[in-house]
């Protein structure tokens, strides 16, 4: 299924998902809507015409300069992915974190599933505050106001790789859980990242080539739970599982 989209979150959950991770970003209208990028990708978008935004010039078209009206002009599900060669074309278009969680929870309800959990991602960094995206503290505002209004903070993660967010979500909405992104670039210790952050978070989630059973063991013995991104390989989960992570982040829950 697309990337960020409701359809892809039905999907999650008939394959019996129990978290969804999803990327969260702000409309110039100040909408909380669902993308990995600040701006449409070149790689899944169509425009209202028929015709596709090109590489060159993807970074004219950044969601914080549109409201969210603006943004449903554009298709980002009939064009073919080509990293996932398997994805189905849907004519489909980025929606609202509101209506996600409507649509996913109506529809655990319906199939008397358990509701499910919502990872979000802030996608922010200092170098693009107020270009692509508000500065954290109106990031944060705006997307805890949406976890608010849906009820659904005993049930969400903010997860980021910009530790600052975390910081805001920590001190301002201290029971809300919190997710800590950690790329293998990153050579710092788990130690000097906690103590950069200022606290412990509930979730360390490191790309997975950095876990073995002493990442497990001290992240454990610091009480965080470790779950890994993104693995899309049957032996590279079955592996993880037996060093003892708490969760798996993968693009196909269907090799479960």
């Known amino acids: 299924m697309p990337e960020n989209t409701i359809p892809a979150m039905l999907k999650a959950i008939e394959l019996g998902v129990t978290t969804l991770e999803m990327d969260a970003m702000i409309t110039k209208d100040e909408k909380v809507i669902l993308s ?48 996932f060669p398997q994805q189905q074309k849907l004519a489909v278009h980025k929606p609202l974190l509101s209506d996600v969680i409507d649509s996913a929870d109506n529809l655990a ?71 800590a992104l950690v790329e293998s670039s990153d050579k710092r210790s788990v130690s000097q990242q906690i103590n950069e952050l200022g606290f412990t978070p509930t979730i360390y989630s490191p790309e997975a080539s950095l876990v073995n059973k002493e990442l497990v063991t001290n992240c454990h013995r610091l009480n965080m739970k470790l779950i890994p991104w993104t693995v899309n390989d049957k032996q590279k989960i079955k592996y993880l599982r037996s060093l003892g992570v708490d969760g798996i982040i993968s693009d196909y829950p269907d090799l479960f």
């Open 109 to 179: 309800r319906k199939d008397k599933r358990a509701l499910p959990f919502y990872n979000i991602e802030t996608k922010s960094k200092p170098a693009t505050d107020n270009v692509l995206h508000p500065a954290p503290e109106k990031y944060v505002a705006l997307l805890m106001t949406v976890v608010k209004s849906q009820g659904i903070a005993e049930r969400v993660i903010i997860q980021s790789f910009d530790f600052r967010t975390l910081k805001i979500v920590h001190q301002k909405y201290p029971s809300i859980k919190t997710a």
């Open 36 to 83: 990995h990028d600040p701006y449409f990708n070149h790689t899944i978008t169509t425009r209202a015409n028929g015709s596709f935004i090109n590489a060159a010039e993807e970074n004219k078209f950044a969601i914080y300069g549109m409201t969210y009206a603006e943004t449903q002009l554009f298709d980002v599900g009939m064009k073919p992915n080509p990293d």
